[in-house]
């Protein structure tokens, strides 16, 4: 199983972005899947997660700020990113739940204020 994360970059506070982790050799669509962060010196937490109905659950610190998505035909999985924050800064990650599969190299976010 290979995870493909895409769509990082640097952006002001305030400012928005869509990541992207594309999957390939799993069967995407009937798991649950999740997207990560881990800032500077931080563990990888979980900011955000789908069901295979494409039922959403985000930790509170995003919440009505980020968006989850899911493509089941094209084995997509999405982060919208609204109304960023310095603290959003960090690598992002995804994987299903639970993450047993190797991790990808991760987009890197940077929000500055």
């Known amino acids: 199983v290979q995870l493909v994360e895409s769509g990082g970059g640097s952006v002001q506070t305030g400012g928005s972005l869509r990541l992207s982790c594309a999957v390939s050799?799993?069967?995407?669509?009937?798991?649950?899947w999740d997207w990560y962060r881990q800032a500077p010196g931080n563990q990888r937490e979980v900011v955000a997660g789908i069901t295979s109905a494409g039922t959403p659950n985000y930790a509170d610190s995003v919440k009505g700020r980020f968006t989850i998505s899911r493509d089941n035909t094209n084995h997509i999985l999405y982060l919208q990113m609204n109304s960023l924050r310095p603290e959003d800064t960090g690598v992002y990650y995804c994987?299903?739940?639970?993450?047993?599969?190797?991790w990808g190299q991760g987009t890197q976010v940077t929000v500055s204020s």
């Open positions: 050799g799993s069967t995407f669509s009937i798991y649950v």
């Open positions: 994987n299903r739940r639970p993450a047993l599969y190797n």
